[in-house]
């Protein structure tokens, strides 16, 4: 059975740091892109930082230079480490895995062969 298990969320004043973790099971972690999504209420899921099995990484704008994707194929973990956050962070952030090259952010709410957890709860106060 596939799990992914996001931790880590939790409230925090702007400027803050939070660190978000993925832990996964139930699929060949090393062989699946591996990404972050948030969703805000009333806007749609976007893709915030994406890790291909190489290790690669491909980060939002609005992220950059805050934002740290990185992954452990030995623990079957991902993990988000946030710094610098601002009020408009705030949302539910999700872990996903997609088997093969990784897709266009755009692309991974319409596959269906995407795993999603259940999301954490980020919240940035001013």
């Known amino acids: 059975q596939v799990q992914l298990v996001e931790s880590g969320g939790g409230s925090v004043q702007a400027g803050g740091s939070l660190r978000l973790s993925c832990a996964a099971s139930g699929f060949s972690y090393s062989r699946y892109c591996m990404a972050w999504f948030r969703q805000a209420p009333g806007k749609e899921r976007e893709g915030v930082a994406r890790a291909d099995i190489a290790g690669g990484t491909v980060y939002v704008e609005s992220v950059k230079g805050r934002f740290t994707i990185s992954r452990d194929n030995a623990k079957n973990a991902l993990y988000l480490q946030m710094n610098n956050l601002k009020p408009e962070d705030t949302a539910v952030y999700y872990c996903?895995?997609?088997?093969?090259?990784?897709?266009?952010?755009?692309?991974?709410?319409?596959?269906?062969?995407?795993?999603w957890g259940q999301g954490t709860q980020v919240t940035v106060s001013s």
């Open positions: 996903a895995a997609y088997n093969g090259v990784c897709p266009r952010f755009s692309d991974w709410v319409r596959l269906s062969a995407v795993y």
